[in-house]
């Protein structure tokens, strides 16, 4: 399992570097046709990059916080939780099995 989160997320930073690549190819095209000045260019790919490290923070927030989720499931917590449960419906079980007390009228 560890194997395939590695994996995913070596092809996220490489499908990055590749989205990098791509960016830098476009900007160089337009500067060259005159669209962009280079200042402009560089401004853009520092926009761009400052966005696609927060991004990449973010899914790696997210993805941390979901390994440490399933790390507790791994190590018992879901089963301690599924054994509390189990215990509080058996005993609200047992209470309702028992029969109620026979209340009088008052008179």
């Known amino acids: 399992m560890i194997d395939t989160l590695k994996k995913t997320l070596l092809a996220g930073i490489g499908a990055a570097e590749v989205t990098q690549e791509r960016v830098r190819a476009g900007l160089k095209d ?8 280079a200042t402009e260019a560089r401004a853009t790919a520092a926009r761009i990059a400052a966005e696609s490290r927060a991004e990449f923070e973010k899914a790696s927030t997210h993805v941390g916080d979901q390994v440490r989720e399933l790390a507790a499931y791994v190590d018992g ?8 449960l189990e215990a509080r419906v058996a ?3 047992a209470k309702a099995r028992k ?9």
């Open 30 to 37: 337009f500067v060259a046709q005159g669209k962009l000045s």
């Open 77 to 84: 917590e879901h089963l301690r939780r599924l054994h509390a």
């Open 91 to 93: 005993a609200l079980e």
């Open 99 to 107: 029969p109620a007390k026979a209340r009088r009228p008052k008179a």
